[in-house]
């Protein structure tokens, strides 16, 4: 480089070339120190962050006994064996990691483990037994104002909450099997609970028998998918004040009430599977002051209601299926701008329903109905006839809901005929002027 | 006793002779297997089983009831000249006639469960059906006779007694939405309770599809009717509300028998 220096700065005093040529390697030299004391401080790392092994039989036999020794950045390797330990308290960055299926065992006495701490790991445990309290709300596992921490392939058995997310930051909770047996919703907390959280990942759990599956709470720009929530006492999956969140592929079967999304704007929920969700008071989503989203390519499969709207704008549902539903879909006056595309409704017993103050701002266009009784003469996959979803008797029963004692009665089934006879009959606040002929595709 | 065992036992070979009763009962078999085989869902089939139920035997037992009614009467004023109890003779008709449609009709379904071989809960809830449409041919055979012993005309009889299917079939119905519609600013569930248990058609459809998963689009108005039916004391009076429907009718029939001048 002096060499080159020299040649183009020929004509140019050698002092300055010198003065030059002693910058250049100084900042080489600054450079390579910079460099060396980064190894360095690596392999300080490598050397020092050691891991400890809590084993029933070791040096160290309890958990809390290895959390008090660790440096920040240890690995702490839990061997397998029942640990009676609770109140387990991890205040500096570890990674805790189960070998061989270890339990840890709360015995009904309060919290298990608590992490106050950024960039915790917890992998690979048992954990089981918290205690339920009308006070506080126990976990299994609560991270409390922490960062970057990662919770995955537990286990989590007989929990009041499992769980407990408080103020935390880019956390994930992954692949997590959550089982309880609650029985009433005032004695069970949830499955995973999130609160006042940001940038979470909740990803392929497992969580049953609990209160709510998934809660959210004043969450915002995080992702939920790949989850099962099943056999929940009341949602599947609680969800509210919580903007800007996406829930994909995930399934929500047999919870007492469905899911219920509430009071939130920009969420993406697609291709989920909400199945079963069978009660009086069951949906397979409750929407409730929800804006400006997108529902896409989910599955609505017998339940009670499909999608119960209300107070919903502005929000694009298409590609669904709905099919065996009670009523497909409930829709409340309050609901504006919503547009329903390409959707498929198979063999619900009442398509639509809307409430009587119902104005229409709301479109269907392209959805396949599967009472669709109209024709398509120019064989564009379009019928030719709009498509009234609304039968009368859907229509009188919004307005007296006791009349459902008729349903399957002979008379209501000569009133579908008269209304097929004379379809001035049907109400017309709700129509698809393009239904689709075949059932569609995605 | 005799005598009314040896009518009874005469009126249902009579009838079984005729072929329709075993038709009827060929159709339920036919029915039945072919919802419980093609749709695969029990509760469906379950469902659409009731509507055939609820809609065709009642009319079935109507129509027969008054049809053998009056084309037996040459043969009833033949048995009057015998040395028999009045109300043996009708009652034992009576019998023979209900008890050959309930037997072809619970056949029929019971041979296509038995062969589809479902489960226990299963075949409680066809159990259910299978009483309710029995008891609906017991009602609808003996309204068709009290009719028939009332008017002498044959085609009278036959237009009223099809309007007193129509009645509880369809109008009744009507009347009631009409009714709810009306009186929509009062609480009305217990009321429809009420309601119900005065017709035996609806009253047959509620028990049955309360068992089933449908009670869950009944709502509001589902909880009040499962509070009512679901307990023994409601289980009870519903059936007495049925049998009820069989034992008035029969009374007033028998009465009328034995004061008829022939």
Redo the contacts between chains.
Sequence with gaps: MEMLTNTYSHFIQHKHTHNFSVGVVAALLSKTVCMLSILLIVTYQLTYAQTLEVRKTGPIQSIKKAIQLAQPHDTISIREGIYLESEIIIDKPLTIIGRNNPVIDGQLTGEIITIQADSVVLEGVTLQNVKTSAIKDYAAVRISRSKHCTIRNNHIKNAFFGIYLEKADSCRVQNNRIHSQAKMESTSGNGIHVWYCNTMLIEGNQVSGHRDGIYFEFVSGSKISGNTSTLNLRYGLHFMFSNGNEYRKNHFIKNGSGVAVMYAKEIVMEENTFENNWGAAAYGILLKDITDSRIEKNRFVQNTVGIHAEGTNRTLIQHNEFSQNGWALRMMGSCEDLRFENNNFISNTFEVATSNNYTSSNTFTGNYWSSYTGYDLDKDGVGDVAHKPVKLFTYLMEDVPTSMVLIRSLFIDLLELAEKVAPVLTPTNVQDTQPSIHLNHW | MNSLAKIVKYSFYDILRSWWVLLYGLFFLAITSTLLYFSGDFTKSL?SL??VV??LVPLISTVFGTMYFYNSREFTELLLAQPIKRSHIFLGQYLGLTISLMLSFCLGIGLAFVVYAGTLEQSSHLFMLMLCGSLLTAIFTIVAFLVSVCFEDKIKGFGIAILIWLCA??IY??L??AF??VF?DYP??KA?VGI?LFNP??LS??LI?LRL???????????V?EKFFGTMQGTLISFTALVLWIILPLILFIRKVSHKDF
């Design positions: 469902v009731l509507n609820l809609l079939a369809v119905d009507g009631f939405l709810l519609v929509n009305l569930e429809s119900t058609i609806d459809r509620i599809l998963e449908t009670a869950a689009l009944l709502g509001y108005t589902g909880a009717f």
